[in-house]
């Protein structure tokens, strides 16, 4: 009986030294995008940090999105993605989770500190954090 409570008061002792079980340090938070509709076109602000932040190229964040809503558009000269068409914001945030999911998100840990790589005809996300290669559709 003496050797359980021994047992017991190690683990005691041990789960106290742990530290809080809580959100991972060092996560980024994502802006949000800043998505302004004005006549017939809709304007992304913030587009080249929200790009920044997630480490992507805006040519290829914009190429996802152009290509998901069957529109033309470009980045202009102060990082704003300037869309034809009139676009609402729920539909361009549940455009960009996607791309997240598939483009940026790590399969293995879900840390969004990743690159894009390609080599030869294959596109790999690779994690800053935990190391994995996992391979990604061509965009």
């Not at 409570?5 to 980024?28: A, C, F, H, I, N």
């Not at 529109?71 to 455009?95: C, H, R, Y």
């Not at 997240?100 to 969004?112: D, F, M, R």
Request: with cysteine; glycine share 6%.
């Amino acid at each position: 009986m003496s050797s359980e409570k021994e047992y017991v008061e190690m683990l005691d002792r041990l789960y106290s030294k742990l530290p809080e079980k809580g959100r991972k340090e060092g996560t980024q938070a994502l802006p949000n995008l800043i998505i302004l509709n004005i006549g017939n076109t809709t304007m992304i602000r913030n587009f080249a940090e929200y790009c920044d932040r997630i480490r992507r190229e805006d040519k290829i964040c914009m190429k996802y999105l152009l290509k998901e809503l069957a529109a033309p558009g470009n980045v202009d000269d102060k990082g704003e993605l300037i869309i034809q068409g009139k676009f609402s914001s729920q539909v361009i945030n549940t455009l960009m989770e996607r791309f997240l999911k598939a483009y940026v998100e790590c399969s293995t840990c879900k840390s969004l500190d990743t690159v894009l790589k390609k080599e030869k005809k294959s596109w790999y996300i690779v994690c800053l954090a935990c190391g994995a290669q996992t391979p990604v559709k061509p965009l």
